[in-house]
């Protein structure tokens, strides 16, 4: 299934420079080719709230701005601010303050 995704949120927390003890086992993503529907299929996922794969896909449909095995820096810290489980939400908001406050410090 990882192979399908770019990996984001949690499961790429790693590139915030951060670890978490005691992870869930959920997997989140974004569709790395094809469609929702396509990867749905060709793995055999149901849609269930409590599922251990989370899907994140865009408006557009776009993926063409995927290029490797985790999503950038900035949206994986996007996507861990929008979680609920709040210890991964406040790394994802502590990372994009920090970017924030360098893109500052760089140009202002």
Do not use: K
Request: include cysteine.
């Amino acid at each position: 299934m990882r192979d399908a995704l770019t990996l984001t949120g949690e499961t790429a927390i790693e590139v915030l420079g951060e670890r978490l003890v005691g992870q869930s086992g959920t997997v989140h993503g974004y569709v790395r080719e094809g469609d929702l529907e396509d990867l749905l299929d060709d793995a055999g996922l149901v849609e269930h709230g409590d599922g251990e794969v989370a899907v994140h896909t865009f408006r557009s449909g776009s993926h063409s701005w995927m290029t490797g095995a985790t999503a950038p820096r900035a949206l994986v810290a996007v996507d861990c601010a929008r979680s609920g489980a709040s210890r991964v939400r406040s790394i994802g908001v502590r990372a994009l303050d920090e970017m924030r406050q360098a893109w500052l410090a760089r140009n202002t």
